[in-house]
T-cell receptor, first 114, second 113 residues
Framework: EDQVTQSPEALRLQEGESSSLNCSYTVSGLRGLFWYRQDPGKGPEFLFTLYSAGEEKEKERLKATLTKKESFLHITAPKPEDSATYLCAVQAVYSGGGADGLTFGKGTHLIIQP | DSGVTQTPKHLITATGQRVTLRCSPRSGDLSVYWYQQSLDQGLQFLIQYYNGEERAKGNILERFSAQQFPDLHSELNLSSLELGDSALYFC????????????FGQGTRLTVV
């Protein structure tokens, strides 16, 4: 069974204080690892897809990296508007059913204080 | 705005009832996914349709069913509702399926009383 564990569950930072969120995964074969941002009461907003170990992607203050067992979302000099829940999900390679659905972690609730 | 439209935004209904949630995918997307989000379980994959046909099932109860119509919109039917079915239900769409990033709608908040 595919598993995704995110840590920490919650993180409070001061504006400008850089940090990293962790996503550990167990999957039979990884097709892709996805990062989403979710604001309260809203749908998840797509951020990144990573496909292979060593891959990195950046968008504004966010940078996602991938190894064979985990992914990190690095947040550099965050601003209050970066406050949200960040979700990590994996899509596995299957020969049978459930091929395309994502398995999500429970997320990291990030608060950036001014 | 992701381009995925879900209706209604909120739904309150009684136990034992049946409801239908509707999703219009982004223009050009062939895959539609349904997810359930509750406080204790997080986001759970329910079912996927691709170009009108069921492609994959996740943790979907037998009381729940879905379909995708020729115009690619999808409906999720929930029947014999229980209090525990109260949750946010999200629809997502992608161009293809495997490896393609999915874009989520704003969700339908279902409350069963």
């Amino acid at each position: 069974e595919d598993q995704v564990t995110q840590s920490p569950e919650a993180l409070r930072l001061q504006e400008g204080e850089s940090s990293s969120l962790n996503c550990s995964y167990t999957v039979s074969g990884l097709r892709g690892l996805f990062w989403y941002r979710q604001d309260p009461g809203k749908g998840p907003e797509f951020l990144f897809t990573l496909y292979s170990a060593g891959e990195e992607k950046e968008k504004e203050r966010l940078k996602a990296t991938l190894t064979k067992k985990e992914s990190f979302l690095h947040i550099t000099a965050p601003k209050p508007e970066d406050s949200a829940t960040y979700l990590c999900a994996v899509q596995a390679v299957y020969s049978g059913g459930g091929a395309d659905g994502l398995t999500f972690g429970k997320g990291t609730h990030l608060i950036i204080q001014p | 705005d992701s381009g995925v439209t879900q209706t209604p935004k909120h739904l309150i209904t009684a136990t034992g009832q049946r409801v239908t949630l509707r999703c219009s995918p982004r223009s050009g997307d062939l895959s539609v996914y349904w997810y359930q989000q509750s406080l204790d379980q997080g986001l759970q994959f329910l079912i996927q349709y691709y170009n009108g046909e069921e492609r994959a099932k996740g943790n979907i109860l037998e009381r729940f069913s879905a379909q995708q119509f020729p115009d690619l919109h999808s409906e999720l039917n929930l029947s014999s509702l229980e209090l525990g079915d109260s949750a946010l239900y999200f629809c997502a769409s992608s161009v293809g399926g495997r490896g393609a990033e999915a874009f989520f709608g704003q969700g339908t908040r279902l409350t069963v009383v």
